[in-house]
Structure formats: structure tokens, C-alpha cells
């Protein structure tokens, strides 16, 4: 019988959020609901599998690791692409790689529950409460305040919106960002990101991560930022020099940060950020509704029937 692993289901819902009886009908389901780090354990693991279902990038799957999978013949992500995959190393070995589609907002969304958390100090005052304390801290407004995007896309474009509903200055910048696309949103363009960091009150980043934008906000680029200013990254870690970020949030340099995404994920449970008190600290959570998860699983059967029929659905090509 066909071997199938679900890999890093950490609320344990795969299951229960598709119909997965078609499939179990043909294949053996196994799930995994924790990430493993050590290649030769990951190995271990995922040999014995025809099929693996990864969620997004939480498993890395490098040129090394597929070449120590013989079995491995069908890989499926969530979403429709996953830098977290080897796709060239795919298309040599002549492994299947399909995706899902996914739900446009939940990320929008998440990085305006960090920015009030962030602007009204709810997490300390919601500790404090618990703690029988009253009225510890005193808030800042968004009315009036500078709203700095980085990158205008999908996301981006709806963080700007909410952020215009709420009477705040929205400017943009990115690296291909033109003056009719931030006039389309109905936000303001600026020529660079070091005079978008250098007016705004908070900046928060909607990039794609690439050799372009690793390291886009460096030492350098926090320096320029307001002492007040928050920096919100619900994109990729490696987009903001994290031991940079670290030291800036140590120094008090700028007023704190919101932070969804890490270079290292989970987040180690020694990791300085952990420790410090002028941070929003959510696990990678943009994605993760359950509304989400539904799409996502939905799709992971039907491409899973797609490929055991010989019939392969959504299917991601190497570039």
C-alpha cells in the first residue's frame, strides 16, 4: 500500500479539516505533528514514503535531503510555492510537486493584530490584569500616525487600506514599487526605504524573501528609524538582519517590534527575543486559520487522488 506522511500538523486538525477517506481507502496515513531539524533523523523518518505533505516551509527540503528519499515520488506543499523546496533538485530526481491555493487576508489581518498589540501595549496589559495590576502603560494612537509599507503587493496593499481607515499617512517603497501602483492603493510613494524608515511610525514588510531582499533592513536601516517607531515582519525572517534587530530592541532604539516570522523556525526556546519586553512575539501564524487550513487540506487530497490516479493536479515546475 501506497505510504503517505503528513508532516508538522501542529494542532493535530489535518484529518479532521478535509475529507481524507478517499485517500485512506488506497493509501496509509501516517502524521507528524513536530518538526525535526537533524537530517539523519528527518531521513529516518521520511524514507519509507511515496508521498510527503509538507505545510509550507516549516520542513526544508534541500538537494541533500531528497537525494537520501528514494522513495519519495510526490511532494506536496500548501500554497503554490515553497522556497523551502529544492525544485530543481525535484525535477532531476523526477519528483512530483504539487500545491494548494490559499486564502488571500489571514496574513493582513495578523499584522494588524501585531500593530495594535504593539501601539496599545495589549500583551503587557492583558499579563498585568492577570496579575491584579491596573493601567500599567500608556499607549500610543494610529490616528495621524506614518504608516511605512514595504512592498505594495497583495498583502501589502491591504495592510495600506486598513491602515488609511484608520485616518493614519500610508507611504510605500520597494525595490519595483512605481508611483501609479501606490496611486492605485490610493498611498503615498517614496523613492527610498531610507527615507520611508526615516518618516514613519511604524513599517511593517510584505516582501517576498530572495537574494534581493535577504538582509533588507540592516543595522543600518534600523538606526534611521524613529526612537518611538515599531517594526512589524509578518514576511520571512531573513529579511531583517535578526542579530541586528536584536540589538536594537537590547539598546531601546526604536520603540519595539512585532514579529511573526524568524530566521530559525520554531524559535528556539533560548532565543534572546524571547526575553525581551518590547516585542509581540506570534509562532508563524499569518496563515494559520482554520478557514485556511481547510483550503489547504481540501487541495493536499485532491492532489494526492491527482497523482495515485496518474492524473497530477496544480502541479509547480522548477523556473
Known amino acids: 500500500m501506497v505510504q503517505i506522511a503528513v508532516l508538522d500538523d501542529y494542532q493535530n486538525v489535518a484529518l479532521e479539516l478535509a475529507d481524507w477517506g478517499p485517500v485512506q481507502q488506497r493509501a496509509q496515513i501516517t502524521v507528524f505533528r513536530d518538526t525535526i531539524a537533524d537530517q539523519d533523523k528527518l531521513v529516518e523518518r521520511l524514507k519509507p514514503f511515496e508521498i510527503i505533505c509538507a505545510m509550507r516551509e516549516r520542513t526544508p527540503f534541500s538537494r541533500a535531503l531528497l537525494g537520501r528519499l528514494p522513495n519519495l515520488k510526490c511532494l506536496v506543499t500548501t500554497g503554490m510555492r515553497n522556497a523551502a523546496i529544492d525544485m530543481?533538485?525535484?525535477?532531476?530526481?523526477?519528483?512530483?510537486v504539487c500545491g494548494t491555493e490559499g486564502l488571500p487576508y489571514p496574513t493582513a489581518e495578523l499584522t494588524w493584530a501585531l500593530i495594535l498589540a504593539m501601539s496599545?501595549?495589549?500583551?503587557?496589559?492583558?499579563?498585568g490584569m492577570r496579575q491584579g495590576l491596573w493601567q500599567r502603560t500608556l499607549g500610543t494612537g494610529l490616528n495621524g500616525k506614518v504608516l511605512g509599507v514595504i512592498g505594495?503587493?497583495?498583502l501589502g496593499a491591504q495592510v495600506a487600506?486598513?491602515?488609511?481607515?484608520?485616518?493614519?499617512?500610508?507611504?510605500?517603497?520597494s525595490q519595483n514599487l512605481t508611483q501609479a501602483r501606490a496611486?492605485?492603493?490610493?498611498?503615498?510613494?517614496?523613492?527610498?526605504?531610507e527615507t520611508l524608515l526615516t518618516l514613519s511610525d511604524i513599517v511593517t514588510i510584505h516582501l517576498v524573501l530572495?537574494?534581493?531582499?535577504?538582509?533588507?533592513?540592516?543595522?543600518?536601516?534600523?538606526?534611521?528609524?524613529?526612537p518611538t517607531a515599531y517594526l512589524i515582519n509578518t514576511s520571512r525572517g531573513p529579511i531583517v538582519d535578526e542579530a541586528a534587530l536584536i540589538e536594537t530592541l537590547e539598546g531601546q532604539r526604536i520603540g519595539g517590534a512585532g514579529l511573526?516570522?524568524?530566521d530559525e523556525e520554531p524559535l528556539p526556546e533560548d532565543h534572546p527575543l524571547r526575553g525581551l519586553v518590547n516585542t509581540v512575539l506570534t509562532p508563524h501564524l499569518g496563515y494559520v486559520t482554520a478557514e485556511g487550513y481547510a483550503v489547504f487540506y481540501a487541495h493536499v487530497v485532491e492532489d494526492v487522488l491527482g497523482y495515485l490516479d496518474a492524473k497530477p493536479v496544480r502541479v509547480i515546475k522548477a523556473k
Open 88 to 96: 530543481a533538485a525535484t525535477a532531476d530526481r523526477g519528483i512530483t
Open 120 to 127: 496599545r501595549r495589549v500583551p503587557l496589559e492583558d499579563q
Open 152 to 154: 505594495l503587493g497583495r
Open 161 to 173: 487600506k486598513v491602515g488609511l481607515a484608520f485616518g493614519m499617512k500610508v507611504i510605500a517603497w
Open 183 to 193: 496611486a492605485e492603493v490610493g498611498v503615498g510613494y517614496v523613492s527610498s526605504k
Open 210 to 226: 530572495s537574494d534581493r531582499t535577504r538582509g533588507l533592513v540592516g543595522k543600518a536601516e534600523l538606526a534611521l528609524m524613529k
Open 260 to 262: 511573526d516570522v524568524y
